[in-house]
């Protein structure tokens, strides 16, 4: 099992910055993909990036590309979301997750984060 706890979030006007942290505990954190996911109010949950065990391969839907940076130290056990330039449509909670490979199910999930940005 693993435990996946965000923290991070609050309110900004358009433009501004945030950095979500997702910190994990129980099984060893390294082995996972991990990534982060939203849902805005009457929408469905979506992507919105990923990143490999070795930090060496993230991926980003096309919505946050270029404004949203993902990140992981594996010695803290803790992953993180950079995110830059946000405008409103970015008002989501975000969620925390992580999955055994590229190819299986995201299996573990975090409470999720409020994320406000006003115009």
């Known amino acids: 099992q693993v435990q996946l706890v965000e923290s991070g979030g609050g309110s900004v006007q358009a433009g501004g910055s945030l950095r979500l942290s997702c910190a994990a505990s129980?099984?060893?954190?390294?082995?996972?993909?991990m990534g982060w996911f939203r849902q805005a109010p009457g929408k469905e949950r979506e992507f919105v990036a990923q990143?490999?065990?070795?930090?060496?391969?993230?991926y980003y839907a096309d919505s946050v590309k270029g404004r949203f940076t993902i990140s992981r130290d594996n010695a803290k056990n803790t992953e993180y979301l950079q995110m830059n330039s946000l405008k409103p449509e970015d008002t989501a909670v975000y969620y925390c997750?992580?999955?055994?490979?590229?190819?299986?199910?995201?299996?573990?999930w975090g409470q999720g984060t409020q994320v406000t940005v006003s115009s």
């Open positions: 997750a992580a999955r055994a490979s590229l190819v299986t199910s995201w299996d573990y």
């Open positions: 129980g099984r060893t954190f390294s082995p996972y993909v």
């Open positions: 990143i490999t065990w070795s930090g060496s391969n993230t």
